[in-house]
């Protein structure tokens, strides 16, 4: 299975021009072979937190699901995409929803973990467990950006069966290690691949990293393999997705290894 990972700029406030760069990135995917296309986090929006708290309302989100799914079935490929999301109790989610070739919702997610003071500024997290959902072959589940951080979520979903972690992600300049470490660990840690993909370096953060981000969009896969990586510039990514299979004989096995029960009773 091939995928791609849109590593684009997104425009703030701007969801008309953000849907038209992710149609054009589908149909260029598409053409190229990719039966899925993954944005970074918020990407609808574009990954202003600040603005959004000001901005956000529910008649400016509600369509976007609807966008989305449209821009799926018309491209024909599908399409896993970060967006706020307003719930019904008026406050609002950093989301993720995964929509097949054909249309149709397959997966939703919110996140888990907020990031910092400013992230909390617009949104607040969720607390359910993450989804998990049959697509094309595959167990897939999502996690958003500061999530993958977490050993635990990630473990959770590799535990009932996950082998395609989609992860959209918005990290800055200082945060590389994440792509270059720790992504690499959960991909190994859990046997599963872990498909990250964060938003390219800004042209105007000049030579301070924390003003824009990192890029180094990343697909690992076992043992920490890295089955693609990006630069820091705007790329569309492809990564060739391995056949799912067993843990073979003489791998490292956690997730059947491991011991829950012992330490449970360390607490």
Known sequence: MRIALLQAEAVPLDTAANLETLRSGADAARAK?????????????????????????????????????????ESGIAVAASFPHARPDGTFAIAA???????????????????????????????ERPGVAEWNGRRVG????????FPEPTRDLAARGVDLLLVPTAIDGLSQYVSEVLIRARAAENALVVAYADHPARADQGDDPAAGFTGLSTV????????????????????????????????????????????????
């Open 33 to 73: 072979g990719a039966e899925l296309i993954l944005t970074p986090e918020l990407f609808v929006s574009g990954y202003a937190p600040r603005e959004l708290a000001e901005w956000l309302s529910v008649e400016r989100v509600a369509g976007i699901p609807d966008a989305l799914s449209q821009i799926a079935r």
């Open 220 to 267: 690992a896969g076992r043992e920490g393999r890295v089955l693609a990586s990006a630069g820091r510039e705007a790329e569309l990514l492809f990564a060739d997705l391995p056949d799912v299979r067993p843990v073979a004989a003489g791998e490292a096995n956690y997730l059947s290894d491991r011991r829950p029960t012992l330490y449970a009773d360390w607490r």
């Open 142 to 149: 999502f996690q958003i950006c500061y999530d993958i951080e």
């Open 97 to 127: 929803g995964l929509w097949d070739a054909a249309g149709a919702e397959v997966l939703r997610y919110e996140k888990l973990h907020l990031w910092a003071d400013l992230e909390p500024l617009a949104f607040t997290p969720a607390a």
